[in-house]
Nanobody, 120 residues
Framework: QVQLVESGGGLVQPGGSLRLSCAAS????????MGWYRQAPGKQRESVAH???????SYADSVKGRFTISRDNAKNTVYLQMNSLKPEDTAVYYC??????????????WGQGTLVTVSS
């Protein structure tokens, strides 16, 4: 069983920065891709950023140049550094981790979500 624990959300003024963290724990699971999604009030969940096990990254157009995703494989942790935050970045941010179990089955796990509010 794999569990994800997110941290780092909060209230920040426009133009400010926040760093989200998501730590995976458990056994029998080999992590491959890690990523972040977000869901704003009244909107569908959308992809924000992803990183593969070899460090290749991809970003939504709306966050390119402002957000940076990274991972620490030794700690099974993925980070999202968010700079130049805008009010439209306000959302619940969810961590998503994909990997392979001992039975060679692909599995995706979601974090509980952390709220990011960008407001003056």
């Amino acid at each position: 069983q794999v569990q994800l624990v997110e941290s780092g959300g909060g209230l920040v003024q426009p133009g400010g920065s926040l760093r989200l963290s998501c730590a995976a724990s458990g056994s029998g699971f080999s992590i491959t891709a890690m990523g972040w999604y977000r869901q704003a009030p009244g909107k569908q969940r959308e992809s924000v950023a992803h990183i593969t096990n070899i460090g290749s990254t991809s970003y939504a157009d709306s966050v390119k140049g402002r957000f940076t995703i990274s991972r620490d494989n030794a700690k099974n942790t993925v980070y999202l550094q968010m700079n130049s935050l805008k009010p439209e970045d306000t959302a619940v941010y969810y961590c998503n981790v994909g990997g392979v179990t001992l039975a060679y089955k692909y599995l995706e796990v979601w974090g509980q979500g952390t709220l990011v509010t960008v407001s003056s």
